[in-house]
Structure formats: structure tokens, C-alpha cells
């Protein structure tokens, strides 16, 4: 895509890289993740900040990706679900979704971890009530939430039992 003169310049750290791009200031973040950056685990549901599929976090803060201009994070340090782990080494959370059936389709997913990391790293004792309230702004339309809970549940005692031995 050629740059065209109402272009601007952006800087953002992208998961601990830095990016820098030519974009248009109405460029949204989630496309910019997707498109510019070529990390596609940032999901567009609704479009609208309703279904929190495309939440990431912006210095520790989780945001919806649809609704913010990649122009508004500039310099901020951005975290999406690529941050967390890989196949051979998961994530608490990762490991939790799967092994407590987190997940069906995963359209929501990345949203909900994303949401829970944050949501763990001020409560990271949490009960089931306090969970379901976290993720209250993510929608999940195939495993009715129970075992999402559960998830998070587990990985806050695995997180818990990491930080204890420490």
C-alpha cells in the first residue's frame, strides 16, 4: 500500500519489538496488528467494543482493539496473545484453557486470555463470582462461560504456586 500524503508516522512496541509504520491516523489498532505487524491472534468480532474478542493489552491495561487508532497507543507498549506462549511452552492460562475445555470454536479467546492475565495480575486469588465479572465484557457464544471459569481458576493457583516457590 502506497503512502499517501495525510499518512502519519507510528511507533509502537509491539510485544516487546519495536514497529514503525506509514499508516493512516484512522487506522485502528487491531488492524494495525493484524495487517501491519502480521500478528492475526488479535481477533475483529463485533467491530463496535462489544464482543472483546480483539482486547489487548496497552501498558498493562486492557483495551478494545477495534474502537482505539493505532495513532492513540503511540509508544505505548502493546501486549496481544502472541505474547504469552507457544505450542511447547504455554502460558498458565494456555495450558488451563485447554486442558479445562476453555475453548471450542477459540474466536473469543484471545480476548478472554488477554482480559484474565490482567484481570490475575490484580486479583490473583479470585473466586468463581469475581471471574465471571472480569469476563463479563467477553462473549463467548459456544462453551457457556463455566468452563472458561474454571480455566482461569486453574491458572490462578498455578500462578499462585509459581510465585510461592519463587
Wanted: overall charge negative.
Amino acid at each position: 500500500m502506497s503512502a499517501s500524503q495525510s499518512d502519519v508516522l507510528v511507533k509502537l512496541k509491539v510485544n516487546g519489538k519495536d514497529y514503525e509504520r506509514r499508516i493512516s491516523p484512522r487506522m485502528h489498532l487491531a488492524d494495525f496488528l493484524r495487517s501491519e505487524v502480521h500478528l492475526t491472534g488479535t481477533h475483529v468480532g463485533c467491530e463496535h467494543g462489544v464482543c472483546g474478542a480483539c482486547t489487548v493489552l496497552v501498558n498493562g491495561k486492557s483495551v478494545r482493539s477495534c474502537l482505539t487508532f493505532a495513532v492513540q497507543v503511540q509508544d505505548a507498549d502493546i501486549r496481544t496473545v502472541e505474547s504469552l506462549g507457544v505450542v511447547d511452552n504455554l502460558h498458565p492460562l494456555q495450558q488451563a484453557f485447554w486442558e479445562k475445555h476453555g475453548l471450542q470454536c477459540g474466536f473469543c479467546t484471545p480476548g478472554m486470555l488477554m482480559t484474565a492475565v490482567e484481570f490475575l495480575a490484580a486479583n490473583p486469588d479470585p473466586s468463581r463470582e469475581e471471574v465471571a465479572e472480569a469476563i463479563s465484557g467477553n462473549l463467548c457464544r459456544c462453551t457457556g462461560y463455566q468452563t472458561i471459569i474454571d480455566a482461569i481458576i486453574s491458572a490462578a493457583q498455578t500462578l499462585r504456586q509459581g510465585r510461592a516457590e519463587a
